[in-house]
């Protein structure tokens, strides 16, 4: 059984000793000489900004969630992963609020850009769909419903931004950011994952929607880094519930986006606090959709 401890709700990591590189949205990240130690706490981000009211067990789920993938997938790329399971030397300390929710990774240099793949058309592709007919500049075929699955999944990358909202940008523009031959490395391992991940998720009863990977290299070495078809990189849609035509039921954050657009919250700072059954509904959507894709209750 869990300790209390494990199952404390973390909104942020404080671990003396241990050098801390940043905080992003989500996840806290150490320095640790040529590796890095990526924490992830129970913030939520929505709409770019981070909200006040952690969601309890998120953290467990993405970490628990990447690694399942990351070692599931291992023989399309290689991944970042030394370990989410050995805290030894100097993480022993913190070895009992580390487990579960950290990863010790292998530093590289990150690909700068967002490797997003549609299967279906939703979300901001649908946006500019329905302006547009295209998503990234490629063309698609006129009368798509929203949610309609997809001909065939497409590469939709966007920039990195630090601050604000990436930016969707098309393949030749990827390929006058990071040269032609890389731009096709991330694009096919990018579709490859998906269609890997799809099938796999389809037999579980999740349609895997849209995702975004990320990459990096170490030399000549494409490396899958930072998460892998969590909630909250991707957008899980329940198989029995599927109707193209409107918006989907999720298991993801798509569950808060909801409810902020209700309350018709202006997407600015300060966010405001989620009432205690949207926490509690969302924790469970992120824990249904571990344990459908994995086959067995979060650790």
Known sequence: M????????????????????????????????????????DRLSAFDVVLPTPIPDKGRVLT?????????LADVVPHHVITATDFTGELAPYAESLRGRAMLVRKTEPAPIECVVRGYI?????????????????????????????????????????????ENISFEETVERVGRKLAERLRDTSLEI??????????????????????????????WIDEALTPDSSRFWPVDQYQPGRS????????????????QWDKQPPAPVLPPEVVQATTAKYREAYERITGHALN
């Open 2 to 41: 869990a300790s209390p401890q494990m199952n404390a709700v973390v909104s942020q990591t404080n671990f003396p000793g241990l050098t801390l590189r940043g905080r992003g949205k989500v996840r806290d990240i150490y320095e640790l000489g040529d590796r890095l130690l990526i924490v992830a706490t």
């Open 64 to 72: 628990q969630l990447s690694v399942f993938w990351f070692e599931k």
């Open 122 to 166: 939703t979300g901001s592709g649908w946006k500019d769909y329905q302006k547009t007919g295209r998503i990234c500049g490629i063309p698609l075929p006129a009368g798509l419903r929203e949610s309609d699955r997809l001909p065939e999944p497409i590469f939709t990358p966007s920039t990195k931004a630090t601050t604000g909202h990436d």
């Open 194 to 223: 998906y269609n890997r991940a799809v099938q796999h998720a389809s037999a579980r009863g999740i349609i895997i929607a849209d995702t975004k990977f990320e990459f990096g290299l170490r030399g000549d070495h494409l490396i």
């Open 248 to 263: 989907q039921p999720s298991f993801d954050k798509q569950y808060v986006r909801d409810y902020l657009e209700k309350i």
